[in-house]
């Protein structure tokens, strides 16, 4: 109950909170190739060693780059609606559902499964699309 408080009184959390988490995911998707097969000498030239990746490291490899095409699109989308809508719970839930979409989007890309990938894709970016609206329409 008093987690539950200090989340209400601090609006600022549903802004910085998913953007980092967002943040977080995009980064996390370039270490997962890294776990296997990556060496000291591999860091001198990361870029060559991507190229030569294969199967599911090149599909996070490519995730991790998609992740951070739209990361700036998110975090825009976000602020702004919180500043047209402060404490909004609904920008609140579309940030933290962005979050999940992408989540999935990143679990389809890497497991091969292109059609839920594009639908986890358009999903998120109708989330950014609705975050923008929010803030055109202000608050209700």
Known sequence: VRWRARVQDAPMLNVVLPIL????????LTLA???RGFSRRDNHHTREWQAKLEGWQKRSTWAHQNSLETLPLFIGAVI????????????AGLAYG???????????YISDRGNAR???WMASMMV???????????PS
């Not at 988490?21 to 996390?28: G, H, Q, S």
């Not at 702004?80 to 920008?91: K, M, Q, R, Y």
């Open 21 to 28: 988490l967002a943040a977080t995911l995009a980064f996390l």
């Open 98 to 108: 962005y979050v999940g979409l992408r989540g999935l989007y990143a679990y389809f």
């Open 118 to 120: 594009s639908l986890a």
């Open 33 to 35: 190739p890294k776990l």
């Open 80 to 91: 702004c609606a919180h500043l047209g809508n402060p404490g909004s719970s609904i920008a």
């Open 128 to 138: 950014i699309l609705a975050l923008y609206v929010l803030a055109l329409v202000g």
